[in-house]
Structures are given as C-alpha cells and as structure tokens.
C-alpha cells in the first residue's frame, strides 16, 4: 500500500512539472523530465503563446531546448504537436472568421498588444446641423492610438502594463513580463523591481541596473539590455454629458478626443467649446473642440490618465447660420466673439452671397425682431443666444453689363460705360461684317419700370460721323445689326427620275441644268433624252380664263451626257423630271432545279416567258423524272409583306396574330409554292399550269420516288412504300396509328407538286384522299379543349331550368 502510495505522489509530481515546463519551456532550467506525450491542448496553446510573444519558433528555439536536457526524440515529438495543434486552430479561426465576425485583440507589426475598444456609430439626425456633430458619427475618425509608434518617454507604467525585457550579447535572456497589480515587475534571478507611477524611461535605467547586479557581462559591456512595452494597460475613465455618458475602458495612451469619440461627442445640448477634463477632483484642462475643427490645433487633445472624468456642460450661446455661406448650420459663440469669428467657422460667404450687409432674426422677451449688420459692422456686432443669421443671394442682374448681337465680328456682352455710343460698341465688337444692314440697326432697352422699348438707328449715319445718329447706350441695352441675308428667301429646286442623288437643292443665281445634273453625279444609264420642267407661275393678276397651274418646259437631251450644247437657266423653285427610257430592262433569271438534262439558272428570253419553255431550254425531264412532283417556288416579295402589315384585321390591341403572319412569311416560309401538272401542258401548251414565270423563280423537279411518308402526330414516323391501290388509312395503320393527341378525322395529304388535299365527312361517311408515290400524309394535333369548370355547369343549369319555367309559364 505505502509504494502505491509512492509511485501516484511521484506521478503527480512529474505531471506538474510537465505542466510548469509547458506554461514557460523556454525559461525553464532543466527539460530533461518533459514528456510531451503527457501534455494537454492546453499545454501546447500555451508554449505556441508563448513562442509568439517572443517573436519565435519551434525551430529558432531547437538548440535552447537540446542544452536544457530535452531529449532529440522528445523535441521532434514536440515540433510535430505544435504544427498539428497550430494547423487545428488556424482552421478554426478561419471557420469562426467566414460565420461571424471575430473582436481580438489588436496587435501591430511590431508586437504590442492592445485590447481593442470597440464602439458602434450611428448617423446623428437630431444634431446634423450642429457644427462638430459630423466629428464623430464617422467611424473611422476615432482618434485610437497608433501602436506602431514608438513609446513615449514619458509613459507612466502601471498595472496591466506589459513589458519585453531582453538581454543579448554574451548572456541571453529574453521574457515578458507583466507589471503586477502592486506595481512591480518579476525578473528571474534579478528579483522584483517597482516600475508603478515611473516613466517608461525612469524604468528602463532601474531595470538594467538591477540586471547588471546579476549579469556581470551587462556591467562590463558585454551584453545589452533592452526594455521595450510590449502590452499596454486599459485605464478607466468616466464621461459625463454626452450622447452616450457612462465608465469606459479605454487605452492608456487615448486622448481627450479618443474617448469623446467613444461617448459619441457631446450631447443634444452639450457644449463643444467648454468640455471640461477633471482630474483629481480639479478642472485640469478645458478642451475646446472648434480649434481643431476650424484650424487643426489639437493642444487640447492631451493624454488621459486612470480615473480621470470628462464633463461636458450645457452650452451657453448657439447662433443659427442659414443661406449662402459655405458651411452653413448652428455653432456655438464663446463671450467675446464677434461675428467675423461666426464667420470664419462657417468658413466665409460663398460665390454668390451678398457681402454688403447681413439680416439677423434676434429674440426679445415677447417677440422676434430683425435687425441689419453692414459690412462695417462685421469686426465689433456680438452675436446674442438665439440670432438666426440669413445670408441672401447676389441679385441676378448686372450693373454695366450690355449686349450686341448679328452681324458683327464679335457679338457678345461687353462693359457698359457712361456716354458709351453705338460707333464705340460696334469697334469693341471688331466692327460690321460684309452682309450687315446699315439703313437700320435695333435696339432693345430697358426702361426704369422695367418694360422695354425699341429705339432704331441708321448705322451708316451713325459710323459716318453724325453725332445725333450716334445715340448714347444704356445699361442692359440690347444692340442688333441685321443681316441682308436675313431678308433673302431661302430659294431651293428639285430634280427627279434618271440621275444618280434625286432630291431637293439649294438654289444659286445662274444655275443651269448641267450645273444641277453635275451637283447630283449626273445622269443613270437609264436616262431618256426627254426632260420636262415645271415652273411656277407668278402674277399679279388672276386670270380665270387660264386654269393653269404651272408652266411646263419640255426639252430634250442627249442621254448619256451631262454636259449639253444647249444650257438651260433654271428659276427658285423648278422642279426638274428626266424621264426613263421606253425599254431598258436588264436580264433576269430563274432556277431549273432536279430532274432536267442540264438543271442551272436560265435568262428569261421574253416577257412571256412559260414553264414549257424553260424546262425545254434545259434539255426536258430525265428518266428518273416525277412528271407528277414538278413545282415552282416564287419567293415572296417585301411589298406582299408591307400589304399584309396594312391590311386592318380588326385585332384587338393585345392580339399578336398580324405579326405572327408577317414573320411566318418574312423568316420561315420565305417563298411560295405554285404546283405544276406537267402531264397536262405537255398536252396543252395554254393549260393553266403553264404558269409565266418571274424573275427569282425556281423550277423544282422531284426525283421519283415510291415510298409515302407519314409525319406528324404517329406512333412512328417512317415513310413506306408505295403500294397500288392502298388507300389513306391503309399507310396510318402501317406507322401504328395517330397517338393519343392525334386529330386522325383532319389528316391531310400533300402531293409531290405541292398541292394538298383533306379528308372530308358526309354525315356517317368519311372520304379520304388519294395517295400517290413520294406523297406525305400528315396528322395534326387536337387542339386544347378547356373543360367547363363545376361553376360554369351550375351556371348553365339555372339557365336552363329559368328557361323551361318561361316554357311552362308560356302554355298556361
């Protein structure tokens, strides 16, 4: 019993010493008894802490951990522990990062921690219009201390406070070490040293002299010291007065306006130009926040210490801004400002304010009054608790300003001055142009009531040097010099028919016909010799004996030639036609296609040109030929498709029927079929089907062939073989029937020419078409029939029984 007793003491023993050597393995003497199989998750988050902070890894520290007595074997277990482990919570933290966002700790490039105070902004709506408020609705405006820089000199240590001894040189040392809540710093072997209530500076000479006592290489110079803030204290603080008042923690190095930004900035009635910072139960420093807004001082945004409260009182005067100033809204006065400091808050009038005196809506006891500050005024008027500031607009006229516009170099607005002439405006604007009109020019002035009235002036005596024609301008006048071009009417002629740019032109004086004809690239190689041109007719006089509209000249050309001997002159307003030669048709051709001797494209010879003839011209049918599967394709013409989109259907506006048809024919059918019974004009040259062709035509012959297809709704498309003397239901029953959406009773046929033919009913009796070789049968789909619904049924039989209750009520 006593050794079993022995051996757990002993375990449990050795399980601590794990567990001490896993909480600072680095610092730790002796390794010679770490069994890393024994340690926990714990264990291993704690030496991955710890080689963090000190800026090392599991490799850099092989050498340490071999000459403290850790085995080969155990440190190669260790290195795979900690990858494995650091693996598992860099998934994880990636994990909790994409599911929802993660506060850490916040920590620089260089080390230093801080413990990250956050606080959600919201947009202030009851105070936007107060200056400063935007201050601190911005979140990224937070005034946090910047961990990157280096530590100030005059940084007062205290507890929480974190700080990164290292010796390095001959002797290494190296450790993190918190500042307890008493004040005092642990260093190993060196003993505890009290830093609490010392700067940073005064503590690095203490620290260094205590370790030079230990490390004799630190006395003599062979090794170094350094002392570095590695984690920094949270202090906390007390606001009062603000828009979110309370007890915050925040960093030892924040700032007044660190902390205001944290409280989001003064309150609904809080003062921005009086915030008082209270520390030890005195006023230690009053922050005045326009200094920054309005010139960039921030002397008072001094440093925070522990327990320290910020006060922010009611204002005391607030004055309203309104109109055209740069930044206008309500800003709080100090005693003493004027309203040229007013001014420069609200950082001056803008372009377009009227600076020559200021209306201001003041506050008695009973009653609003308003009262005027002139310019002169701005350095000494005292703006009063209340004062509504209104800055107008310029007015939107001039005082100097004239015009002079038309047929002038230079037309434009010009300064006025007094005794300023026409002559005089007239030079500034570089004087008249070639086409101006000297007997008259206008102007346009404007009374004292505002009305204006025309006055006119004689340019030529006016620039001539007579004084009582050279009138004296007015502000505001309106100067117009007209141009003789203005009083032109605009002169055009048309020219139509065989020339290549038919259209409407600008007349010129003396233009000719060849002039014209030229202008327009000359005549086509259709153009006849005949020429008629109409001329309208101008008289004074109505004659009601001559019903003549126009004056008709008919002339004659030579064709082909835009130039001719005999030039004639043309007038405004002529319509010129040169007609088109009585024959002048280029050849045309049609397509002989399939079973003919020589199938290809044939020219039309004449104008009657007939099926017999061309498919003769192409040597006649083969051997192979379908006399009964010829037919002609004529392709479907743009005009026949503008016709159907004319024609009224009488549609209602949301039926699309009238387009489904234009596109069937525009994209899908594209050309229409014309049958031909070859048999019959082989017999008779004037049977109808002897059909007179058109250019773009195609003759198709079929090759015979004696199968039938069946498409549509079948079982089975398939095409089958003819048989003599089989007939219509016979080739349906050979696919296996029409399918369950057949419609067999509307089965059509369509023959190889293209003609088709429909079965037919009498009463009981069905006739079906005739089916010939290379023939196709078709069997539509049923159309969708809506069933009545339960509603429509009992609809019908009410109206059914109140039709048999007039029946009977009828024969009574």
């Known amino acids: 019993m006593k050794k079993i007793t022995y051996v757990l003491t002993l375990l449990f023993i050795l399980l601590l010493a794990f567990n001490a050597n896993a909480q600072d393995i680095l610092k730790s003497k002796d390794l010679s008894t770490v069994k890393v199989d024994y340690l926990s998750d714990d264990d291993l988050a704690k030496i991955s802490a710890q080689l963090k902070s000190n800026n090392a890894t599991i490799d850099s520290v092989e050498s340490m951990a071999l000459s403290k007595g850790m085995s080969q074997t155990e440190f190669n277990k260790l290195r795979i522990k900690l990858n494995e482990f650091d693996k598992k919570n860099a998934k994880a933290d990636a994990n909790d990062k994409n599911s929802k966002p993660k506060i850490v700790d916040k920590e620089s490039e260089f080390g230093r921690k801080q413990e990250k105070i956050k606080n959600d902004k919201v947009k202030d709506s009851v105070n936007a219009l107060i200056f400063g408020s935007e201050l601190f609705d911005n979140p990224t405006l937070n005034f946090e201390p910047d961990l990157k820089l280096a530590t100030p000199t005059n940084y007062i240590l205290g507890p929480g406070d974190e700080l990164q001894v290292s010796v390095y040189g001959v002797q290494e040392y190296n450790a993190s070490i918190p500042v307890s809540v008493e004040g005092k710093v642990s260093i190993d072997y060196v003993g505890q040293i009290s830093v609490a209530g010392t700067s940073i500076e005064a503590a690095t000479q203490k620290i260094k002299a205590a370790i030079a006592r230990v490390y004799s290489t630190v006395s003599s110079g062979q090794s170094q010291v350094s002392v570095s803030l590695s984690r920094i204290r949270t202090i906390k603080i007390t606001i009062v007065g603000g828009k979110q008042p309370g007890n915050y923690s925040i960093s030892s190095l924040a700032t007044v306006y660190n902390a205001l930004h944290l409280a989001g900035g003064p309150g609904k009635n809080g003062s921005y130009r009086n915030i008082e910072l209270i520390r030890n139960n005195k006023v230690y420093k009053n922050v005045d926040i326009y200094k920054f807004l309005v010139k960039g001082d921030q002397s008072d945004n001094v440093s925070l210490k522990d327990n320290d409260v910020i006060r922010i009182p009611a204002y005391s005067q607030r004055v309203t801004v309104e109109g055209e100033v740069k930044r206008p809204g309500i800003f709080e006065m100090k005693k003493g400002e004027k ?474």
Not at 390 to 396: E, F, G, H, M, V
Not at 475 to 485: A, H, P, W
């Open 339 to 812: 309203f040229s400091d007013l001014l420069n808050f609200a950082s001056g009038f803008n372009e377009f304010a009227y600076t020559a005196s200021v209306n201001v809506m003041q506050k008695t006891g009973k009653e609003f009054k308003v009262h005027d500050i002139n310019e002169s005024e701005y350095n000494s008027y005292l703006p009063q608790s209340g004062d509504v500031f209104r800055i107008t607009k310029i007015l939107n006229r001039f005082e100097n300003r004239i015009k002079i516009e038309g047929a002038v170099f230079r037309p434009d607005y010009y300064s006025y001055n007094e005794g300023m002439r026409i002559s005089d405006l007239i030079t500034r604007a570089e004087g008249l142009k070639e086409d101006a009109y000297t007997k008259r020019a206008r102007i346009i002035r404007l009374k004292t009531d505002l009305t204006t009235e025309i006055v006119n002036v004689d340019l030529s005596a006016a620039l001539s040097g007579d004084f009582g024609a050279d009138l004296e301008l007015k502000r505001e006048d309106v100067v117009t010099v007209y141009s003789i071009l203005d009083f032109r009417e605009e002169y055009k002629v048309t020219i139509d028919g065989e020339v290549k740019n038919p259209g409407e032109y600008e007349y010129f004086e003396n233009l000719t016909l060849n002039d014209l004809v030229v202008q327009v690239g000359g005549l086509t190689g259709s153009a006849s010799k005949r020429v008629e041109i109409a001329r309208m007719i101008k008289s004074d006089v109505i004659d009601d004996a001559d019903p003549k509209r126009i004056e008709l000249v008919e002339l004659e050309i030579t064709a082909g030639n835009n130039e001719q001997i005999k030039n004639f002159v043309l007038k405004p307003f002529d319509v010129i036609n040169i007609r088109r030669m009585a024959v002048y048709e280029k050849p045309e051709m049609v397509s002989v296609l399939g079973a003919v001797s020589y199938p290809g494209k044939y020219v039309l010879a004449n104008k009657k040109e007939t099926v017999y003839n061309v498919v003769m011209r192409a040597g006649g049918l083969t051997s192979i030929a379908n006399l009964d599967g010829m037919k002609i394709k004529r392709p479907i013409k743009q005009e026949q498709i503008d016709q159907l989109e004319r024609i009224d259907l009488n549609l209602s506006k949301n039926d699309t029927l009238k387009e489904k048809l234009s596109k069937k024919l525009k994209d899908d059918l594209k050309y229409v079929t014309i049958p031909v019974n070859w048999e019959k004009i082989v017999k008779d040259k004037n049977h109808y089907s002897n059909v007179t062709l058109f250019p773009g035509d195609e003759i198709e012959v079929a090759i015979y062939n004696e199968g039938v297809k069946v498409t549509g709704n079948v079982l089975l498309t398939s095409e089958i073989p003819y048989r003599s003397g089989k007939g219509f239901k016979y080739y349906i029953n050979s696919v296996g029937g029409a399918d369950s959406k057949g419609w067999k009773r509307k089965a059509y046929i369509i023959y190889p020419n293209g003609k088709a033919d429909v079965t037919t009913s009498f009463l009981f009796f069905r006739s079906y078409p005739k089916v010939e070789p290379d023939s196709q049968i078709v069997v539509p789909e049923k159309p969708e029939r809506k069933k009545m619904s339960a509603g429509e049924w009992a609809g019908l039989g009410t109206a059914f029984a109140s039709l048999a209750l007039l029946i009977v009520t009828a024969f009574k």
